[in-house]
């Protein structure tokens, strides 16, 4: 099966910067996906790595080491808005995706 | 456009009962999914279809089925619904679920409580 893990809460305050990690390891590798969840919401797409690196995207960044099954996703400038539950997912050999649990950020001003 | 819509937004069912879960998508994806969703546990696959007239089991298929007769519309069925499939369902859509960069996107959901 898929392992992925992920820490389960974080608190920032606003203004700071988080980085949540993401640990893999799955049946084959096509990519690596971050969602936004805001509580009692569907899941938003946020950002996707397939190759080493890193993907800026405005206040948010994501890294990926294909090497040791590793990405984080950096929110910086936090802001209130911004508190919901980030989802890693890795797309496995099969091109389906496997989801962690999810990190609860909570911002507080 | 609406993107994907789910119904019903919530229900409470009897243990025992039947259910179908609705989903229809107008962005004319090819890929369509169903998940739940389960505190500490993260969002796992229960069926997908890949093109419309076909389907294929995920993760957690048992007790759930699905047809894809069409390109829109994905339905979920629960034949004799019991407590343990209480959760949070969401449906989604992909342009081509072959492709590396294909992105899922997700409806709204649908709240089950079985009891």
């Known amino acids: 099966g898929q392992n992925i893990d992920q820490p389960t809460e974080m608190t920032a305050t606003e203004g700071a910067i988080v980085q949540i990690n993401c640990t893999y390891q799955?049946?084959?590798?096509?990519?690596l996906f971050w969602y936004q969840q805001h509580a009692g919401e569907a899941p938003t797409f946020l950002s996707y790595?397939?190759?080493?690196g890193l993907e800026e995207k405005g206040r948010f960044s994501s890294f990926l080491s294909r090497s040791k099954g590793y990405s984080y996703l950096l929110l910086k400038e936090l802001q209130m808005k911004d508190s919901a539950s980030y989802l890693c997912a890795v797309r496995d050999g099969d091109y389906k995706l496997s989801f962690g649990a999810g990190t609860t950020v909570t911002v507080r001003a | 456009t609406a993107g994907i819509t789910q119904a019903p937004t919530s229900q409470i069912l009897a243990a025992g009962r039947s259910m179908t879960l609705r989903c229809t998508q107008d962005?004319?994806?090819?890929?369509m999914y169903w998940y739940r969703q389960d505190l500490g546990l993260g969002l796992r696959l229960i069926h997908y279809?890949?093109?419309?007239?076909?389907?294929g089991k995920g993760e957690v298929p048992d007790g759930y089925s699905v047809s894809r007769a069409n390109t829109d519309d994905f339905p979920l069925t629960l034949a004799s619904a019991v407590p343990s499939q209480t959760s949070v369902y969401f449906c989604?859509?992909?342009?081509?679920?072959?492709?590396?960069?294909?992105?899922?996107?997700f409806g709204p959901g649908t709240r089950l409580t079985v009891l």
């Open positions: 962005m004319r994806h090819n890929a």
């Open positions: 279809s890949n093109t419309a007239g076909t389907t």
């Open positions: 989604a859509s992909s342009d081509s679920a072959g492709v590396n960069t294909d992105t899922q996107y």
């Open positions: 790595n397939v190759l080493d």
């Open positions: 799955t049946s084959g590798f096509n990519g």
